[in-house]
């Protein structure tokens, strides 16, 4: 602009200096403030810890898959995962209340999240999980869930982890190891890193979703219908919550 007024030879000539060293000026802050962003960036990766800062170091959000409309897997007899998610779910809420948490659930009836006329209420219902998540800043989130498969014989709880999130893996070595012993599991799995899950990928605070067994199999689909053995996995799943952040050291 400078060089285009009248007289703009001479305003060069006398400003050219000053012009070019401000350049050079703003030209090195450019390169400094990225490469700041840059090691930031790094740092936050190995410790996980810039995607999980959270506000409220004692709401912890339960997530309770599917619901309404979507009825999660079905296991044997019609046995649909969205009743047994709720039921867990809600002794977990318990639980964690009673140890003085604050408890934050993503539905509380047989209901999704999404709106009757949406024309993807999957996707809908997904996106408002996580934006709750994103509003609320719980210091960590658990997602209620049960497995099924194929093959009946197959049985046990299985905790899974975002696979990049060092928290989210202490969180759920510990989850799935209360879960392994307070259920007496014969064959007992390890947490499972994942990084595909929608959850995992996309929520701000440490998440595990906890698959706490399968419908598919006879005796499992038939226990986790009970009082107690719901009662056992809530149990089981908050112990392992509060081990964590002890070991976070919020507690
Ligand atoms: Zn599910």
């Known amino acids: 602009m400078a060089v285009n007024m009248p ?25 400094l403030s ?14 996980g810890n810039k995607k999980y800062q959270s506000e409220n ?20 007899g019609g046995l649909e995962e969205k009743g047994i998610n709720l ?20 539905r509380e009836q047989d209901e999704g999240l999404y709106d009757q006329d949406s024309r993807n209420q999957k996707a809908q219902d997904m996106q ?6 994103k509003e609320c800043k719980p210091v960590l989130c ?16 299985q905790v899974f982890y975002y696979e990049d999130s060092l928290q989210g893996k202490k969180m759920a070595e510990l989850i799935q190891t209360e879960l392994n012993t307070r259920l007496e599991v014969k064959r007992p799995r390890e947490a499972k890193g994942n990084k595909t899950y929608y959850l995992l990928k996309r929520s701000e605070s440490v998440l595990n ?10 005796q499992e689909a038939e226990l986790l219908q009970t009082e107690e053995y719901q009662q056992k996995v809530a149990e089981a ?7 964590y952040l002890e070991q976070q050291d919020i507690k």
């Open 7 to 31: 007289g703009g030879v001479f305003y060069l000539k006398k400003y050219g200096m000053e012009i070019l060293m401000a350049c050079l000026l703003l030209v090195s802050f450019f390169f």
């Open 34 to 47: 990225r490469e700041a962003a840059q090691v930031a960036g790094t740092m936050s990766s190995n410790t």
């Open 57 to 76: 170091l004692r709401t912890i959000l339960v997530d309770v898959g599917h619901g309404g409309a979507d009825p999660g897997m079905i296991g044997v």
């Open 87 to 106: 039921e867990i779910a809600l002794k977990v809420r318990d639980v964690l209340e009673k140890k003085g948490f604050t408890v934050i659930m993503t």
């Open 128 to 133: 408002r999980r996580i934006a709750l998540i």
């Open 142 to 157: 658990v997602s209620i869930h049960q497995n099924s498969y194929q093959d009946s014989a197959v049985y046990g709880p």
């Open 209 to 218: 979703i906890v698959e706490c067994g399968f419908l598919t199999n006879p």
């Open 237 to 243: 799943v908050a112990e392992g919550i509060c081990t």
